[in-house]
């Protein structure tokens, strides 16, 4: 009968060159994904500012940071979210429970909005629930057939964001959170990105500008 302690070191010698793959290719995967996502975007950010810094954050993220961010914004970031590719467990794991790549658009404007929402796709991997400062509640909103939860303070001037929301939903590859605050960011958008062979950056870029516009508008 075969010893099947002594496959014991080769066993885990095999493991560990996985794992090293695993991460080798998981990490090359993520940093094209990643290039490929700035790049497709590099049509539409001339909209929101002149300058951005660029950093990785690990392998799994992203950061354009503006130094001249575009009126009516104080300040700009876009961060690309990637899926932890490089790590096995982990990526079936948050798989599993919906994560995919997506992009946030969090800003500041000249002036705090009248209003503040938050809107979540309740299927997305992130979602402000349990945030205590709004009470959520399921609304159908126009141009999506799914029921989006929503906490809102009950204000006016609420149509711009609705409107948003429809736009982008069509832009994107899915809207998954869209905030509005009167304390910094003001604006915060989380969005799945479209297929980047067909879609514009400019158009999508073009709808967040065109919100934050309007808040500010309202405020000023």
């Known amino acids: 009968m075969p010893d099947v302690g002594a ?59 503006f130094t001249e961010p575009a009126e009516p914004f104080k300040e700009v970031t876009v961060v690309t979210i990637l899926e932890p590719r490089d790590i096995p467990l982990l990526w ?24 503040e929402l938050e809107a979540a796709d309740p299927t997305a991997w992130v979602s402000p629930y349990g945030e205590e400062q709004l009470e959520w509640r399921s609304v159908p909103w126009p141009g999506d057939g799914r029921a989006v939860t929503t906490a809102q303070d009950g ?39 479209p297929d980047t062979a067909t879609a514009s950056s400019s158009k999508l870029v073009e709808s967040v500008k065109a919100l934050g516009v309007e808040l500010d508008r309202q405020a000023g």
Do not use: C
Not at 94 to 103: E, K, T
């Open 155 to 193: 204000s006016p001037g609420l149509q711009a964001a609705r409107r948003t929301w429809e736009q982008l939903a069509r832009q994107s590859g899915g809207m998954w959170r869209l905030s509005v605050r009167q304390t910094v960011p003001h604006l915060e958008l989380h969005l799945r990105p």
């Open 7 to 65: 496959f014991g070191p080769s066993l885990l010698i095999l493991g560990v060159v996985v794992v090293m793959l695993w991460f080798a290719f998981g990490t090359s995967r993520n940093i094209t994904r990643g290039n490929d996502l700035l790049r497709w975007l590099q049509g539409g950010l001339p909209q929101l500012g002149r300058k951005t810094t660029l950093r990785w954050l690990g392998s799994s993220a992203v950061e354009l940071r």
């Open 92 to 115: 079936l794991f948050s798989r599993a429970r919906g994560r995919r790549d997506f992009l946030i658009f969090r800003t500041s404007l000249r002036h705090s909005p009248r209003i």
